[in-house]
Structure formats: C-alpha cells, structure tokens
C-alpha cells in the first residue's frame, strides 16, 4: 500500500507518540495566541469558544495525513483547503498567504522540538526529511511562497518569527480562555511546557521565562515514562473532555503503524 508518509519516517516516530503530540500541540497553542492573522481564528467565533478543541483538531488533521494511504492523505489535505476557503469566501477576503505558511512552519518547527525535548537531537537528514513531509502538504494546498529547501525554510522561519507575532488584544484573551478551559493548576503547567519548548521570539513575547519550575515538570515527566506511570501523569494533567481523545493517540498511532 502506498502512504503519503513512508512507515520508516521520523515523521511517524514523530505524530505516534501521545507525548510529543502534546508539546507541539502546546507550542502550537503560543504561536497561534501571537500569530497577527489569530483575527481569522476569531472570525468564525470556535476558536474563543473552545480553543483546545480547535487547536486539537489541527493535530488531528496533521495525523490523519501523516498515518494515512496516500490517496485518504490528499483527501484530508483538500478538505482542510475547503474549509479555509469557505472562511475566506464568509469573509470576503482572502487569508494572507505568510499566514498560511507560518502554520505549516509550525507544524515543521514544533516537530523536530518536541521529539527533541523529549527523545534525542535530530540528525539533519532527519530534520529534512520532517520539512519534506509538511512542503509536500503545502504543495497540495497550492500555497504561495514555500521554501524550496530546508536551509530556506530555516531562514523564513526566522523571519516569520520576528515580523509576524504579536502579542496584542487577541493574545491576551486566547489565553484567558486557555485558563478558562483548562484550569489553573493545568493552565501553569502548559505555560512551563511551552517555556522549555517555543522559539525565544515567542517565548519574550509571551514573557515565558526560565524557570526552574519547567524543568522539574519536564524531568518528572520522563520520570513518569520511565517507570510506567505515564498514564497516571496523564489523567492528572489533561483535560476529562479531551482525556479519551488524547489518551487514545498511542493507540491510534499503533494500529497505523
């Protein structure tokens, strides 16, 4: 059976494991707070209505391409082009092509950090081959102005970081309704996890810090896999309306492999 995603990718090491899902899902959940085009999220009023939901289903999306036969990965990809479309003709206006890009960075970035922060470092071929994966998406989305390497792709990212983040009106509510949905005790520890894990751009946007704080969760974590009390972690740390979504990812990512 042909895949969109080799089955001996890094990319499957990568979005089948339950842990690194979340940090780039908590990445992800600080760059979207500051990205200058978060007004499009806004638009369709479900991203302040349930952000965890939203930012969830983009993980989801990614994974049904990334474990999906090549032909079900193209329909997953058109159908995400459909619906931005559909937001765009609702609007009136298109959406800014850097802003398009800057998510499928993310996607790119929040991968190779997360397994990083967790795992191991990454070797370049590894790196690259993460940055194919996530091109030929935009690709098939039809995207204007990729990068056609990843040494390209570092720059723009860099580029993007310092001119299309801020941390205005939208990002101070996005992350009220973060502590909304998540509660205060789950609400710090996404912060210390984003703290050790986002570019330093987004980090003194966000007035993330060092703190030592992040370092002891990071390490109990692991402490956690280690001796098999991930799953206990898990039930403390996430939230019970996506505890079964979220749990179930290990398992998901298994039966695809």
Not at 96 to 109: E, G, S, T
Not at 156 to 179: C, I, P, S, V, W
């Given at each position: 059976m042909?895949?969109?995603?080799?089955?001996?990718?890094?990319?499957?090491?990568?979005?089948?494991?339950?842990?690194?899902?979340?940090?780039?899902?908590?990445?992800?959940?600080?760059?979207?707070?500051?990205?200058?085009?978060?007004?499009?999220?806004?638009?369709?009023?479900?991203?302040?209505?349930?952000?965890?939901?939203?930012?969830?289903?983009?993980?989801?999306?990614?994974?049904?391409?990334?474990?999906?036969?090549?032909?079900?990965?193209?329909?997953?990809?058109?159908?995400?082009?459909?619906?931005h479309?559909?937001?765009?003709?609702?609007?009136?206006?298109?959406?800014?092509d850097?802003?398009?890009?800057?998510?499928?960075?993310?996607?790119?970035?929040?991968?190779?950090?997360?397994?990083?922060?967790?795992?191991?470092?990454?070797?370049?071929?590894?790196?690259?081959?993460?940055f194919?994966?996530?091109?030929?998406?935009?690709?098939?989305?039809?995207?204007?102005?990729?990068?056609?390497?990843?040494?390209?792709?570092?720059?723009?990212?860099?580029?993007?970081?310092?001119?299309?983040?801020?941390?205005?009106?939208?990002?101070?509510?996005?992350?009220?309704?973060?502590?909304?949905?998540?509660?205060?005790?789950?609400?710090?520890?996404?912060?210390?996890?984003?703290a050790?894990?986002v570019?330093?751009?987004?980090?003194?946007?966000?007035?993330?810090?060092?703190?030592?704080?992040?370092?002891?969760?990071?390490?109990?974590?692991?402490?956690?896999?280690?001796?098999?009390?991930k799953?206990?972690?898990?039930?403390?740390?996430?939230?019970?309306a996506?505890?079964?979504?979220?749990?179930?990812?290990?398992?998901?990512?298994?039966?695809?492999?």
């Amino acid at each position: 059976m042909n895949y969109f995603v080799s089955k001996d990718s890094i990319v499957r090491r990568i979005w089948g494991n339950g842990d690194t899902i979340l940090l780039i899902f908590a990445g992800a959940a600080a760059e979207f707070a500051l990205n200058k085009a978060v007004d499009w999220l806004y638009f369709t009023g479900r991203l302040p209505a349930d952000p965890l939901k939203r930012l969830f289903s983009t993980v989801s999306y990614a994974r049904q391409i990334v474990f999906a036969e090549h032909d079900h990965a193209i329909r997953a990809i058109d159908k995400i082009t459909a619906i931005h479309k559909e937001v765009e003709t609702q609007r009136g206006e298109n959406i800014p092509d850097w802003a398009y890009r800057d998510v499928l960075f993310m996607l790119i970035d929040y991968s190779i950090r997360s397994y990083e922060l967790l795992e191991r470092k990454l070797t370049i071929a590894e790196k690259i081959s993460i940055f194919h994966v996530f091109h030929r998406v935009g690709l098939r989305m039809q995207l204007n102005g990729l990068p056609s390497n990843y040494d390209q792709w570092l720059l723009m990212r860099t580029a993007g970081l310092h001119e299309n983040l801020l941390n205005g009106h939208f990002t101070k509510d996005l992350y009220r309704q973060y502590r909304k949905h998540l509660g205060g005790f789950r609400f710090c520890i996404l912060k210390q996890a984003q703290a050790r894990l986002v570019p330093q751009k987004v980090n003194e946007l966000l007035d993330l810090g060092k703190n030592p704080f992040a370092d002891f969760v990071l390490n109990l974590y692991k402490l956690s896999r280690a001796i098999r009390l991930k799953s206990m972690l898990k039930n403390v740390l996430l939230p019970t309306a996506y505890k079964k979504q979220i749990m179930a990812l290990d398992s998901r990512a298994d039966d695809a492999l």
